[in-house]
């Protein structure tokens, strides 16, 4: 149990009468790319929220990277990346300088900022764009690059909250580029999304309906357990189960 | 028909909604036709009178009475030397004086003129004026009352006031307003700097960014406030060099310590734009309330315009929380009175105390935010 990245029981959060997360438990093994899915409103960023420190739980407990949320959120806050919906780079700043400050803040000593901020400007192809300032990048590079910020102090774990909302097809395949190269690398993914289809590229989904998990396994696994053709069928079926199938 | 109505019900709904700006919207009348109201009253009631009595007799006790019963008058001290009078009128603890001559009844028993002098703290000239005359009519009222001759043909008793102004002779409102005015924009400059630059992080989500970090709420308002004060002293230093070049307002005291009080009140502006912005969500909103919460309270409260002794007890204990009404003080103190921290150093404990509370609060908001 010790080894899984995060490990969350009965994790509960009402914002007073209603219940946004309702005693969900799951665990995410190290390495492993977890899907979050669920309609707007079920739960999964309020879920997200308290398990990166955002949110006070009401009820229950996780681990995260080993530490208790509760009683660790220090060693829980080192130990993990971020990225939100809402974009969360500084766009009056260089890609170069976004990385410098995030590096700085998570600690990284002056040569390993460098030495790493050549690397991710290399790996993102942004070597001729390095020192323009971000908000003249296209939506969709801006995006690559919160997500490689979000790893700069190469966090056991990074949380992406939908990511590649608003990005083209073509970006989005690039972006799932980089999240494999990062689970790859043994970096363990939880990522919430809205696109079916990238739910098929997740080793795990769990599926969010009213604050609980509805269903949760492989892909492969849920489709034949409830007898669908795709994931975007299951999701249907168990956002709206008052209609026929 | 129903469509007006309908459209009446749903900006009734829009003002149901934002409570707090309906509130504003309602209470901001009543607060400022209160404040206004009583602020602009600018009759004096409490006069701190110190009294130089070389060599008491009939006549100066008789007048000193006079001004005792006159209601507007409170007595401070009583003292023997003119000298003594200087560190009175420094620290602020008298804002007039008489002074008497010995000899003071058997000049008026001989009709010959009797010398007193009168002197005001004109660091304010319109409280000044209004003391001044004051004075002269219980100076006035007391020669009425004597009776007209002893002996005739002896000419009537008369007394020559002599009136000299303290600090401000010349009675330059320059003198007055600047300090005040300094106080006035330095704050609202500064609050509006961290309020905004904060909400501008939260409608960005870089907030966000930053609170999912590792770096303590604490490290996130020194990472703000430290690059905002610089730019605030470069403020403080721009404007008394405009003060002493445009207005020719004098700066008698010392320069360092002005530095370090305008350093201080900055620190207090920057912390309450950080209170303001953890209660904002949007930079519109940061700005609004800045400039409400700044621009009423220190051009009514802080004694730039309107001198808080003659405000009713209840608004004068509010203007104890206006930190520019005591960096007023403090920046008049400096540059028209001369005086340094022997005198000032209860306003810069006030100014001091004022950071620490807004400063511990912004850090408690931040905490607060993580629900």
Request: proline fraction near 5%; aromatic fraction near 8%.
């Amino acid at each position: 149990m010790s080894d899984s990245a995060i490990h969350a029981h009965e994790l509960t959060r009402r914002f007073g009468d209603f219940t946004a997360v309702d005693r969900i438990s799951f665990e995410v093994e190290t390495g492993e790319v977890f899907g979050f899915l669920g309609a707007n409103g079920a739960g999964k960023t309020t879920a997200i929220r308290m398990l990166i420190g955002l949110l006070q739980p009401s009820g229950g407990a996780a681990r995260v990277a080993g530490h208790d949320l509760a009683t660790e959120s220090e060693a829980v806050k080192r130990s993990i990346g971020y990225m939100s919906q809402r974009f969360s780079l500084y766009e009056d700043l260089t890609p170069r300088e976004n990385i410098r400050l995030y590096g700085g803040i998570y600690g990284l000593t002056r040569d390993e900022i460098r030495q790493r901020t050549e690397q991710m400007l290399a790996r993102l192809g942004f070597s001729e764009v390095a020192d323009i300032a971000v908000r003249s990048l296209p939506l969709g590079w801006r995006q690559k690059l919160a997500f490689s910020v979000a790893l700069v102090h190469q966090p056991r774990i990074v949380f992406l909250d939908e990511p590649t909302s608003g990005v083209d097809p073509i970006t989005r395949r690039q972006f799932w580029e980089l999240i494999y190269d990062a689970a790859s690398a043994g970096t363990t993914v939880l990522v919430t999304t809205h696109y079916m289809d990238e739910a098929e590229y997740c080793d795990r989904i769990s599926i969010m309906v009213a604050g609980r998990i509805a269903a949760m396994g492989t892909p492969v696994a849920l489709k034949t357990q409830f007898a669908v053709d795709s994931i975007d069928e299951l999701f249907v079926r168990l956002a709206r189960p008052e209609q026929p199938a | 028909m129903t469509s007006l109505r309908g459209l009446i019900h749903k900006e009734w709904l829009h003002i149901r909604r934002d409570r707090r700006t309906a509130a504003v919207l309602v209470a901001l009348p009543v607060v400022q036709v209160l404040l206004f109201g009583y602020a602009i009253r600018t009759d004096v009631d409490d006069v701190r009178l110190a009294v130089v009595d070389p060599a008491p007799d009939s006549a100066t006790i008789a007048l000193r009475n006079r001004f005792a019963s006159a209601g507007v008058f409170r007595n401070v001290a009583v003292v023997r030397r003119t000298e003594e009078l200087e560190p009175l009128f420094g620290s602020g603890v008298a804002q007039q004086a008489i002074v008497f001559y010995p000899g003071f009844a058997q000049d008026l028993g001989q009709g010959v003129p009797a010398k007193l002098l009168i002197i005001t703290d004109a660091t304010e000239p319109n409280t000044a004026s209004l003391l001044q005359s004051y004075a002269q009519a219980v100076v006035d009222g007391y020669v009425r009352s004597l009776p007209a001759s002893h002996a005739r043909p002896a000419p009537a008793p008369r007394i020559v006031p002599q009136v000299r102004m303290r600090f401000n002779p010349t009675h330059e409102s320059s003198n007055l307003f600047v300090p005040g005015l300094i106080a006035f924009v330095l704050t609202i400059i500064s609050s509006l700097m961290t309020a905004i630059s904060l909400t501008r992080e939260k409608e960005t989500g870089t907030m966000e960014a930053l609170l999912v970090s590792p770096l303590r709420p604490w490290e996130i308002i020194v990472g703000k406030v430290t690059p905002y004060l610089a730019i605030g002293f470069v403020s403080v230093v721009a404007v008394l060099i405009e003060a002493r070049l445009v207005f020719h307002v004098p700066l008698r005291g010392s320069v360092v310590l002005l530095l370090f009080e305008g350093g201080l009140y900055i620190l207090v502006s920057l912390a309450f734009g950080i209170l303001i912005s953890a209660r904002t969500s949007s930079q519109r909103l940061a700005m609004m309330g800045t400039l409400l919460a700044t621009m009423l309270p220190n051009v009514l409260l802080s004694g730039f315009i309107f001198p808080v002794e003659s405000m009713p007890r209840a608004l004068q204990l509010l203007a104890y929380a206006i930190p520019g009404r005591w960096f007023v003080t403090i920046a008049r103190g400096i540059m028209l009175k001369g005086v340094g921290l022997e005198y000032l150093w209860p306003q810069t404990l006030f100014l001091a105390s004022i950071a620490a509370v807004l400063l511990t609060a912004s850090v408690r908001s931040f905490n607060e935010r993580l629900e």
